[in-house]
């Protein structure tokens, strides 16, 4: 990895980049317990072990060594050949928000970036400030929604019998791969085999009569006992619920679980279709994040994405 160091502005704050384990355990714990923001078991190993490059800054107290902010920052290729960096997790803890800790990590990045192409999803709040100050200004027209559903109210129809539904085992990478450059024009074979095998993840492959991968998605058991559906592709509406249904079969005692989520794409009106039959029209949802870049939107077939993958450095 790239050395980057960030100049702490903050009294009382030291910056580490790339911080061990030791911190990630309390990071992940403020994500989770503060903004809701749930994880995989050492998730930030999947993003620091697969991304081309990858950089978590965390300001941490210097006499307490409490962890007070942080930033990700990664950075893969696009299918042009041309860098794509990704900024996430960009988080102070409650009591210190407004002092002006977050702002050197954001500036840190920025100078890093430099004329490249970034992305982010930005909470509504803050949409407009990285808009304005830092130049996230090509927004994608519509919102990333939140839908969530009690675990209690699933109830599980039957699959359509139309299509194969495999374990990632059975089905060839380089086939999954294929279908993943169809939806995603970054390359990340090595995050999506990392990620979709991940602990505690559940991936299936949907399969057509030809023997042509149409689909595939994950669910990922997170912090606080929740369940989210992480990413979904799929060709149709069928194949996007085939696949939901039998990742969600696979989960012994659903109903203790504390929630299940997934966050979509406001544009693909399917989705909610399919929420709504599994619920019995028992479910929320709500816009939540705005997908914003710096140079020019990368393009996605929005209407074959029924969950985004992660929020944080995926583009979709
Ligand atoms: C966003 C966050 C990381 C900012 O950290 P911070 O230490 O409070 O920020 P700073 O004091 O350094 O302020 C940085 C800038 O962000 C702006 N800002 C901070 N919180 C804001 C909010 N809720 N709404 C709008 N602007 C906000 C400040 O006005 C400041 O602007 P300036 O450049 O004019 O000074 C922090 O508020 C946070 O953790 N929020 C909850 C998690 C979250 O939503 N993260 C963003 C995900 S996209």
Not at 18 to 45: A, F, H
Not at 147 to 156: G, K
Not at 251 to 276: G, R, W
Request: net charge negative; proline share 4%.
């Amino acid at each position: 990895m790239a050395p980057l160091t960030v100049q702490a502005k903050s009294s009382g704050i030291k910056i580490i980049v790339n911080p061990g384990r030791k911190y990630w355990e309390q990071m992940e714990r403020w994500y989770s317990e503060t903004e809701r923001w749930n994880m995989r078991p050492d998730e930030i190993s999947v993003w620091a072990s697969t991304y081309e490059k990858y950089w978590m800054f965390a300001g941490v107290d210097q006499e307490t060594n409490e962890f007070v902010c942080s930033l990700s920052l990664g950075m893969q290729t696009t299918s042009d050949g041309e860098p794509l960096y990704s900024i996430g997790l960009f988080y102070c803890v409650p009591q210190k928000r407004g002092l002006g800790y977050g702002k050197p990590l954001f500036d840190a990045a920025m100078a890093h970036i430099g004329q490249s192409n970034a992305t982010l999803y930005s909470a509504k709040e803050m949409s407009a400030w990285y808009a304005s100050k830092h130049g996230f200004n090509k927004l994608l027209s519509f919102w990333t929604c939140w839908a969530e559903v009690q675990p209690l109210n699933l109830v599980l129809p039957e699959v359509s019998k139309q299509y194969d539904i495999k374990t990632t085992e059975e089905v060839d990478w380089d086939e999954i791969h294929d279908y993943d450059s169809t939806i995603c024009c970054v390359e990340r074979e090595d995050y999506l085999e990392e990620s979709l095998t991940w602990e505690a993840t559940v991936s299936r492959v949907a399969v057509d009569s030809n023997g042509d991968v149409v689909g595939f998605g994950s669910l990922r058991f997170v912090s606080q006992n929740e369940i989210y559906a992480c990413p979904l592709y799929a060709d149709n509406s069928t194949i996007a619920r085939d696949l939901l249904i039998s990742m969600l079969s696979t989960v012994t005692d659903l109903s203790s679980y504390s929630a299940f989520s997934l966050l979509f794409p406001e544009h693909n009106k399917s989705v909610l279709s399919i929420i709504s039959e599994l619920s019995k029209g028992r479910y929320k949802h709500y816009p939540i994040y705005r997908n914003q870049y710096l140079k020019k939107v990368l393009p996605v077939p929005w209407d074959k994405v029924y969950a985004n993958d992660d929020v944080n450095h995926s583009i979709v």
